[in-house]
Structure formats: structure tokens, C-alpha cells
């Protein structure tokens, strides 16, 4: 997991001094939290660009040899590969956590065990807040990309074959064929697996010839579709067609089941239909890119008993902000699959 720096913490008006020691051991016991958490889904699914608090729009260039594997045999000059064939911006979005606890709390100074533990627990509280801030962000873009969640073409992260406009091989260059990546009707059985894990890796690349060399390396749904990934995936045995022995399964270990209780709101899964995902991460490319400020750390602020805030509002206040968002990046990598 790439490491960020945590902006820290900023004290203002704080009297107490059990408060202040917070500043001591915020930088190794919040970085640690930030930091020491396994990778979620979503960090397997989308790229991570860090951005600054003045960051309002970010663009990220389209280099589709992020797509394909090797390098080219040198015969005469160099080749120049452009990586700014086209483009995408992101807009940056504020978010924020705010925690409050009553002034008259922290005038009763060290002996109140109440106020004594909540600038931490708040601080900690906001830092997890920040944490899960990706897994949302790239769930939304998933949930809305066969509407709202757009590629560099201006149409949807997800289209299907009665799409008006298909996703292009290469953005510059139409006739070099176009793919889509949105089917429907099929429950994730063996079959229906076995039918887009071949879809996706037998994508063409920019050039409209030769394969992207794209490798299904994780299936992705929503909590229930843990058990039937578990079903295909795990067992090293399973029936044979006529349920009259044992053979090897095929599939085994064949992709890593991922399971995103943030897709569980899907529209179509709340429809009572089966939504899951195919993703190739063999290349560098991703299908979403993610910006988080700071990389994710958040800006943490106790506005303490002695400061004007605390004045107005009666209360000591820990606020947390950061900058985030999340956009539809490269379609080529991903598959989405809809049950009946």
C-alpha cells in the first residue's frame, strides 16, 4: 500500500492538557491507522491519484500502451508513444465528519473521563471515516456507470450491444473497431463465466488485430455473491455432468472472489437481479480512478474550550475534512454482467 504523509492535527483554543498531548502521538498512532489496514477491493479495482487541497479539477491522460503487455523490437530511430491521445477530468468534492461534545463537559477539566477520551476517539473515528471514503467513491462510479459515470467518449462506463455508441479499441482512430461491455440475462453459473472471461480476454487492442493479452484476475459482487463465487472458485472437486462422480474443478483458484457490501444498493441488485464484474489487473490500466486528498489522510481540526467556536456553539468541536472523488477511467478492463 503506497505510503502518505499525514497532514496532522491542529489544535485550536485547547486548555486541557491531556488535549494537547494528543499532538504527540497523533503522527505515529493516526499514520499507523491510515496506513496498517489490508487493501479493500477497491483498491484492486481503481487507481490512486493524490491531490492537494487546491487541486479543483485533475485530468488524467489516456496512454493506452498501459493496456498492453511488452515492448517493441528496436529497428532504426526510437518510437515516440504520445501519452496524451485524449483525456479525462475529475472534479475534486469536499467531504467532512464533524463531532461535538458539550463545553461544559471539558471545563470540568481532567477529573471528566468522558471529555478526557473524546478528541481521540473522535480523531480515530474520522481517520476510519476517511478510509472508507475509496470503497464508496469507486461504488458509486460502479453503481452509475450505465448513466451518469462517463468515460473520455462521453458515454457510459457500461454499454451493451443496443448502445448507440459502442466504447472505441482507440479513442482516435473509430475504425479500429469498438467492443461494449454491459450484458444482461445471465446468472453466474459455470457456463456464463466461462463465456465473459473469454469475452474479455479476447478484446482487441488500439491497433483493431491483436489481443490486449488481457487476463481475468478478479470477479467482483456485491454480499450475495460471495457463496457462488466460493462455489466455483474454491473447491478442488465438483461433479461431473452427470452427478455421477467427482472430477477436478477447471476453475479453481482461476480468479480472486471479491466482495463489496457497497454494491449491495445497486439499483439492480435491490431489483432482485445478480450484478457481477469481471476485471483484468494483468495490465496497468484500471476502470476507475480515484482522487483522495493527501492519499487518503484527512485534515483533523479540535476546535477546543478556549476557542471561538467553542464560544458560539457551546460545544469542543473535532472536525475532519478532505478532498475526494472518483471517475470512470479505462471501460477495456472490466466487464459488467447482470442476472435474469
Request: net charge neutral; glycine share 10%.
Amino acid at each position: 500500500m503506497a505510503t502518505f504523509n499525514m497532514p496532522g492535527l491542529t489544535l485550536k483554543g485547547v486548555v486541557n492538557p491531556f488535549v494537547q498531548e494528543l499532538v504527540t502521538r497523533f503522527q505515529t498512532r493516526y499514520i499507523n491507522a491510515l496506513q496498517s489496514a489490508p487493501s479493500n477491493w477497491a483498491d484492486v479495482l481503481s487507481g490512486l491519484t493524490p491531490v492537494g487541497p487546491g487541486d479543483i479539477s485533475v485530468k488524467f491522460p489516456i496512454d493506452l500502451s498501459d493496456l498492453g503487455p511488452g515492448m517493441r523490437e528496436w529497428l532504426g530511430e526510437r518510437h515516440i508513444e504520445r501519452t496524451d491521445l485524449t483525456g479525462f477530468s475529475i472534479d475534486t468534492r469536499k467531504f467532512e465528519k464533524t463531532k461535538g461534545i458539550d463545553k461544559g463537559l471539558a471545563q470540568a477539566g481532567p477529573v471528566n473521563a468522558m471529555f478526557r477520551s473524546f478528541p481521540e476517539k473522535a480523531s480515530m473515528g474520522i481517520v476510519q471515516a476517511a478510509r472508507q471514503m475509496r470503497p464508496l467513491l469507486v461504488a458509486s462510479v460502479l453503481k452509475l456507470g450505465k448513466t451518469k459515470a462517463k468515460t473520455y467518449q462521453d458515454i457510459p462506463l457500461f454499454v451493451g450491444s443496443g448502445a448507440a455508441t459502442k466504447h472505441l479499441n482507440n479513442p482516435l482512430k473509430a475504425d479500429k473497431g469498438e467492443f461494449y461491455n454491459l450484458y444482461t440475462a445471465r446468472n453466474f453459473t459455470e457456463t456464463n463465466y466461462e463465456e465473459m472471461k473469454l469475452e474479455l480476454e479476447t478484446r482487441k487492442g488500439p491497433d483493431g488485430v491483436s489481443t490486449l493479452g488481457l487476463q481475468v484476475t478478479h470477479a467482483l459482487g456485491g454480499t450475495r455473491m460471495g457463496p457462488k463465487f466460493k462455489r466455483l472458485f474454491k473447491p478442488e472437486l465438483v461433479s461431473n455432468a452427470g452427478g455421477t462422480a467427482t472430477e477436478s474443478n477447471i476453475f479453481q483458484g482461476d480468479a480472486i472472489p471479491l466482495i463489496a457490501p457497497e454494491l449491495d444498493d445497486d439499483p439492480t441488485v435491490l431489483a432482485g437481479k445478480e450484478v457481477w464484474y469481471l476485471i483484468a489487473t494483468n495490465v496497468m490500466a484500471r476502470p476507475v480512478e480515484a482522487l483522495l486528498e493527501n492519499g487518503g489522510a484527512p485534515n483533523i481540526t479540535i476546535f477546543g474550550e478556549g476557542s471561538e467556536t467553542a464560544e458560539m456553539r457551546g460545544e469542543v468541536i473535532v472536525a475532519g475534512d478532505m478532498k475526494a472523488a472518483a471517475g470512470a477511467a479505462l471501460p477495456h478492463v472490466i466487464i459488467r454482467v447482470e442476472g435474469t
